[in-house]
């Protein structure tokens, strides 16, 4: 079975003065039932992995290069963000294919070199507002599943994919739990489909998209939901750990 993990996605917030929230998270979890990440802005990595260095929560960057190295200025390489002390790293969010023009063969590539430089990936596929009313979600689902995977022929390392709606995405909106259930459970026919059912069983399936305290234990009772990426309710402590603490009792 998928382990379950709880993964809060900082997004361009945080600044050194709130690595504090990450050992408050660490002081209120030392010995946690689930897997816990955080991704968070580059500025943060380093800093936090050392924090955290005797802790099982492990701290994620929100994107890579497809490259190893070169003249790519501003661009940050698996490998580079291994060093700083990432271990998962976040790809194909709907922000980065909105706002960097980022297709399914970029991420594919992107998620080559994450797993090369031994970085787990935590692939995510979302459907539109006008997707979903057009009726074309799992069209689309499976559209990115396909081509990130393209070409594989096992899961990639430790490989995680959430589905976060682009229309739940902090708006405080969230699809019904039967619409949940009937992405999720169509991305582990799909990983069925390509790998077979025992690999596609021990790859955890997120939900993301306005996850709250008070939304986070039915979410986790819905069939092939694994565990939740998280936005901004990672950020503090206090917003987390119910979150947290709703997918370890589910």
Known sequence: MAHKLAAGNWKMNGTRA?????MALAAAHPDPAVDISLCL????????????ADHPITIGAQDCHSAGSGAHTGDIAAQQLLDAGARDVILGHSERRTDHGEDDALIRAKLVAACDAGLRPILCVGESLAERDAGRTLERIGAQIDGALEG????????????????????????SLDQIGEVHDFMRE??????????????????????KPGNAAEIFGVPNVDGALVGGASLKESDFTPIITALSAS
């Open 41 to 52: 802005p580059a500025t943060l990595i380093s800093e936090a992995a050392q924090h955290v």
């Open 190 to 211: 799909q990983l069925k489909a390509r790998y077979g059912d025992t690999a596609a069983a021990a790859v955890p399936l997120l939900y993301g998209g306005s996850v």
């Open 18 to 22: 709130d690595l504090g929230q990450i």
């Open 152 to 175: 594989s022929d096992g899961p990639p390392s430790a490989l995680v994919i959430a589905y976060e709606p682009i229309w739940a995405i902090g708006t405080g909106r969230t699809p």
